[in-house]
């Protein structure tokens, strides 16, 4: 069950008038909250001072009801322009920060229907624009309808009004006899932030959208803000964290995950999708450094699933872990040295080097079958012609310039990645839109309030 704070400005309407509920008793009598904050302009501070009418009015009623509510006076004796919109905003303000810290956990009511008209337009502006959910409360009269009778003043018999107050004998079992509804306006400050994070979302900028969330929060389904998490450690290829934070929402994140595939697998697909996120994005210097990791890996994957090789078992690995292994001509079978001296022709032959796309590319090549043979090919032509260049010189990367040194566009070099990873293991349909599927998820999940 919520627990309700209440701000309240007063008015002359207040606590009661017409023997009924003003709007200030008749939300404490609906809420029930444990603290109601009073604004006291003026001419309401001297009404305090005369009797104490507002805190022993709600007293009484707490007593009947059996609730406490502490009562907290934001007493201005110097506020006399009571008309003046600028002078309530700020100050409302700066007391709405106060009691959200007051009060972390705590559903905020805001009185909408006491004081004057300036006041009450103050605190539905601030209502649509605070960063965290004021709930706004209007009351309606007895009579829905202008209240025609005579104000509250200097004579207020505390408890003859109590006695006379037709709200006291009211059977409000039924919810629907109170006359508080609240208003449907929307916070615009969370909508316009919450579209902010939209658009770094279908940018696949998930750290920035974070960081705009998070002013959001109170505002957001915990749904929405666990996935741009699960998007963020994806893109960065923190699995286990990503699936974490996806199954805290309920989703399936991972199109390849351990149920069918291999670590190794499953890593080496996330990797891909990197890629193809960062073309999308436009950072094809990244995008063409970042192709060689990947090759060796799924030239490895493809040998030992396809060809029966595991070429891993042929590198030679430092025991003290201060190299890189090597794929060792001496623990190769005559075949593959065969297939690695024909490569190496020109330099003598092959020598221990670390595995790489240059030697397990002639062995797929050679081994595997002609489709996957001529991606690898191709690819290795790629990485020869462009990557080692952007890897290792300042240069400018365009499309234009890879493809005049390649042949092959970021397009194409994407298509292929994709296309000889099929050849490794089998690719649910669609998983290649996996991130898309995410960022459409995420998007069809409603802001609360």
């Known amino acids: 069950m919520s627990e309700y704070v209440l701000f309240s400005p007063l008015g002359m ?21 444990k603290k109601a904050y009073l604004y006291m302009s003026k001419e309401i501070c001297e009404y305090d001072e005369l009797d104490n009418r507002y805190e022993k009015y709600l007293s009484l009623l707490c007593e009947k009801l059996d609730f406490k509510c502490d009562v907290k006076k934001i007493k201005r004796p110097d506020l006399v322009k009571v008309n003046d919109f600028e002078a309530f905003y700020g100050d409302f303000s700066k007391i709405m920060e106060s009691i959200s810290s007051e009060n972390p956990g705590c559903d905020i009511l805001i009185n909408l229907s006491s ?50 107050n037709e709200d006291n004998y009211e059977d ?57 998490n699960a998007g963020f450690r994806r893109l960065i290829l923190d699995l286990g964290n990503a699936e974490r934070f996806a199954e805290n929402a309920g989703y399936d994140l991972l199109p390849i995950n351990e149920k069918r595939y291999n670590e190794k697998e499953k890593v080496v697909f996330e990797y891909i999708l990197t890629l193809k996120i960062k073309r999308e994005k436009g950072e094809i210097a990244d995008f063409v450094r970042a192709v060689s990791p990947v090759l060796t890996d799924m030239f490895e994957i493809y040998l030992k699933n396809k060809c029966n090789i595991d070429i891993e078992s042929y590198y030679l690995k430092d025991p003290y872990g201060r190299y890189a292994p090597k794929l060792s001509r001496n623990l190769l079978p005559a075949d593959i040295i065969q297939i690695l001296d024909s490569t190496y022709a020109s330099r003598g032959g092959y020598r221990d080097t670390e595995p790489c796309a240059a030697n397990l590319s002639p062995i797929v090549a050679a081994k595997g079958d002609a489709k996957a043979g001529g991606i690898a090919v191709k690819l290795r032509s790629f990485e020869g012609r462009v990557r080692n260049i952007a890897a290792h010189e300042i240069v400018v990367v365009t499309e234009k310039w890879i493809k005049e040194r390649s042949g092959f566009n970021t397009g194409e070099v994407l298509k292929m990645l994709m296309d000889f990873f099929s050849c490794c293991i089998d690719i649910p349909q669609n998983t290649w839109n996996s991130y898309e599927q995410l960022n459409k998820t995420i998007l069809e999940i409603p802001l609360l309030k």
């Open 172 to 228: 409000y079992s039924d919810e629907d006899k109170y006359r508080c509804f609240v208003s449907k306006s929307e916070n615009l400050n969370a909508r316009i932030m919450y579209e902010t994070v939209g658009k770094h979302i279908l940018a696949y900028d998930y750290k920035a959208a974070l960081t705009v969330a998070e002013n959001i929060k109170d505002f957001m389904d915990t749904r929405a803000l666990n996935l741009i």
């Open 13 to 33: 309407s207040d606590p009661t008038r017409g023997c009924r509920d003003g709007a200030f008793i008749h939300i404490c009598r609906k809420y029930r909250p």
């Open 115 to 164: 004081g004057t008209a300036q006041m009450k337009s103050a605190l539905l502006v601030l209502g649509t624009l605070f960063p965290k959910p004021l709930t706004m409360v209007q009351v309606s009269t007895p009579s829905q309808k202008s209240n025609d009778t005579k104000p509250v003043g200097k004579d207020y018999d505390i408890y003859l009004e109590w006695e006379l």
